[in-house]
């Protein structure tokens, strides 16, 4: 079964270090999306991407935040200058003309 | 604005108990769709079901069963003869489609199941 898949599962970084999280969507699919979620809370949604470019942010995604989708293949989160409220864990998600929408299974973002 | 609300933090049942988890969202549109997720103590997150705001049949998958209502906004799921494997939080989403199909989420109910 096609899934989302994120590398690192889990990355620790010191404050002020750039992260990058990497991300393979569904092959098919056509929309892309990353979402966090702080320990213990909701979902919170991050930013959408449809036709190489961002088609939606939050008020999270500032300018602190970029995505990237190099090769057609890779789905990229960029957080330049990692702060401590940054940890958390990192959803890429993928949707499909069915409209579903599948996570991977995450990436956890500690900032030291 | 949308909006999703799960009022049940946590739920504690003993196994082969049916439970019903509540969702209640607001949307001002007609055309939206809702979504349930479990999140697994392993973090992931597994899509368990969308539905669109024209389809009010109620569903059954296996154990699982889901009742829309939109006479009181409401998207319940109900698991019946509980297993210790439902134990996870399970989230509740809404979508108002457009452009980029954004899922806005609950705060999540944690479902633990004793055996």
């Known amino acids: 079964e096609p899934e989302v898949t994120q590398t690192p599962s889990h990355q620790v970084t010191q404050m002020g270090q750039e992260v990058i999280l990497r991300c393979v969507p569904i092959?098919?699919?056509?929309?892309f999306y990353w979402y966090r979620q702080i320990l213990g809370q909701k979902v919170e949604f991050l930013v959408s991407f449809y036709n190489n470019e961002i088609s939606e942010k939050s008020e999270i995604f500032d300018d602190q935040f970029s995505v990237e989708r190099p090769d057609g293949s890779n789905f990229t989160l960029k957080i330049r200058s990692t702060k401590l409220e940054d940890s958390a864990m990192y959803f890429c998600?993928?949707?499909?003309?069915?409209?579903?929408?599948?996570f991977g299974e995450g990436s956890r973002l500690t900032v030291l | 604005a949308q909006k999703v609300t799960q009022a049940q933090t946590e739920i504690s049942v003993v196994e082969k108990e049916d439970v019903t988890l509540d969702c209640v969202y607001e949307t001002r549109d007609t055309t939206y769709y809702l979504f349930w997720y479990k999140q697994p103590p392993s973090g992931e997150l597994v899509f368990l079901i969308r539905?669109?705001?024209?389809?009010?049949q109620n569903e059954i998958s296996g154990r699982y069963s889901w009742n829309f209502q939109k006479s009181t906004s409401s998207f319940n799921f109900t698991i019946t003869a509980s297993q210790v494997v439902d134990s996870a939080v399970y989230f509740c989403a809404l979508s108002e489609g457009g452009a980029t199909n954004k899922l806005i989420f609950g705060t999540g109910t944690l479902l633990a199941v004793q055996p």
């Open positions: 092959s098919n699919h056509l929309y």
């Open positions: 539905r669109n705001s024209f389809d009010e």
């Open positions: 998600a993928s949707m499909g003309v069915t409209g579903e929408l599948f």
